[in-house]
C-alpha cells in the first residue's frame, strides 16, 4: 500500500479500496489477455503444421 493509513492522505475509504482494487483488476486482466494470445499461437501453430 502506498498510501499510509495515518492521517497524512485524504482519500475516502472508497478512493482507498478503489486503489487496492486496481492491482487485481491488472493482474486478472492480464491473466485474460494471456490466455487469449495463448490460444491464438496455439491455432496458428496448428495452422502452420497443416
Known amino acids: 500500500m502506498i498510501f499510509g493509513s495515518g ?3 485524504r482519500l475516502s475509504p ?3 479500496s478503489l ?3 486496481i492491482p487485481v483488476l491488472l493482474f486478472s486482466s492480464a ?3 494471456l490466455k487469449i494470445i495463448y490460444q491464438i499461437s496455439l491455432d496458428k501453430s496448428i495452422f ?3
Open 7 to 9: 492521517t497524512g492522505h
Open 14 to 16: 472508497y478512493a482507498g
Open 19 to 21: 486503489w487496492n482494487s
Open 31 to 33: 491473466i485474460y489477455y
Open 48 to 50: 502452420f503444421v497443416n
